[in-house]
Nanobody, 122 residues
Framework: DIRVVESGGGLVQPGGSLTLSCAASGFFFSSYTMSWVRQTPEKGLEWVSIISPGGTKTTYRDSVQGRFTVSRDNSNKTMTLRMDSLKPEDTAVYYC???????????????RGQGTLVIVSS
């Protein structure tokens, strides 16, 4: 099966930290740009971060720049998102997305898993 599986979500207080993981299988992981995206009822789907196939180039949306760090381990076909200084507005379902989230149509049509819920609340 070609799939990605997210894990690591949970409830965290504002200012806290959380690390999300994405495990990929069934495709040549190291050939793909990968992304983290998130979804809320209010904002819909929005991209969070993008990492190049080799992991040397990373991009973040402005609202998470300096707080989130994306990385990948191609030997283990995994990607992580370290989230620090979390804010209530980071509350969302987070998805691992195969491909670059800023490619037209990628958000809606790209391969992603079931997601993992992050709740930032006191």
């Amino acid at each position: 099966d070609i799939r990605v599986v997210e894990s690591g979500g949970g409830l965290v207080q504002p200012g806290g930290s959380l690390t999300l993981s994405c495990a990929a299988s069934g495709f040549f992981f190291s050939s793909y740009t990968m992304s983290w995206v998130r979804q809320t009822p209010e904002k819909g789907l929005e991209w969070v971060s993008i990492i190049s196939p080799g992991g040397t180039k990373t991009t973040y949306r402005d609202s998470v720049q300096g707080r989130f760090t994306v990385s990948r381990d191609n030997s283990n076909k995994t990607m992580t998102l370290r989230m620090d200084s979390l804010k209530p507005e980071d509350t969302a379902v987070y998805y691992c997305l195969r491909g670059s989230a800023d490619t037209p149509g990628a958000l809606a049509n790209g391969l992603r898993g079931q997601g993992t819920l992050v709740i930032v609340s006191s």
